[in-house]
Antibody, heavy 120, light 106 residues
Framework: EVQLLESGGGLVQPGGSLRLSCVASGFPFDNYDINWVRQAPGKGLEWVAG????????YIPDSEKGRFSISRDNSKNTVYFQMNNLRAEDTAVYFC?????????????WGQGTLVTVSS | EIVLTQSPAALSLSPGERATLSCRAS??????LAWFQHKPGQAPRLLIY???NRATGIPTRFSGSGSGTDFTLTISSLEPEDFAVYYC????????FGGGTKVEMK
């Protein structure tokens, strides 16, 4: 069974940093892209980062390239999402997901999410 | 950035009724569009990809259509478990999501 488990969320002060982890199992991890999508309270879904399986190429929206980074350790079946200089508007549940198939860009399945709260 | 506009924002229907959800893109995304179902406290679930392909395990009452800029998700006969928020997502140019349509029980 494919499983994705996010961790690392919590309460952090504005300006602080946090590293989220996504541990995967049940599929050949290094072949698949992994993405992060967040949902702020009462808001919709927003893609924030991705990393390719083959080549481990990171993808970060231009608006966040200075604050967010993504990496993976295929030996640990884990993707890391580093967020720096956090703001109140980064408060959200952060989900990781794998791609539907090798070479696909559709997100399936997703983990249950980890909550990040940015507040003083 | 490609903006996806979903309508209506909310839909109030009864079980057994047909639901028709719309997603309009600010520029053509060809068929590179997906639909997700999201319930509170749960992981989003992929329903449809490439505009019209049902994901594995998705009931046949869910269908997707459209190409270019106009897309539709149809739920032919609502089941109690279908009341949720539905999002469209494009991958033609990076990734963006629509604002969602909440399907609520009348």
């Amino acid at each position: 069974e494919v499983q994705l488990l996010e961790s690392g969320g919590g309460l952090v002060q504005p300006g602080g940093s946090l590293r989220l982890s996504c541990v995967a199992s049940g599929f050949p991890f290094d072949n698949y892209d992994i993405n992060w999508v967040r949902q702020a309270p009462g808001k919709g879904l927003e893609w924030v980062a991705g990393i390719s399986g083959i080549g481990t190429i990171p993808y970060i929206p231009d608006s966040e390239k200075g604050r967010f980074s993504i990496s993976r350790d295929n030996s640990k079946n884990t993707v890391y999402f580093q967020m720096n200089n956090l703001r109140a508007e980064d408060t959200a549940v952060y989900f990781c997901s794998k791609t539907l198939s090798v070479g696909s860009h559709w997100f399936d399945p997703w983990g249950q999410g980890t909550l990040v709260t940015v507040s003083s | 950035e490609i903006v996806l506009t979903q309508s209506p924002a909310a839909l109030s229907l009864s079980p057994g009724e047909r639901a028709t959800l719309s997603c309009r893109a600010s520029q053509s995304v060809s068929s590179l569009l997906a639909w997700f179902q999201h319930k509170p406290g749960q992981a989003p679930r992929l329903l449809i990809y490439d505009a019209s392909n049902r994901a594995t395990g998705i009931p046949t009452r869910f269908s997707g259509s459209g190409s270019g800029t106009d897309f539709t998700l149809t739920i032919s006969s609502l089941e109690p478990e279908d009341f949720a928020v539905y999002y469209c997502q494009q991958r033609s140019d990076w990734v963006t999501f629509g604002g969602g349509t909440k399907v609520e029980m009348k």
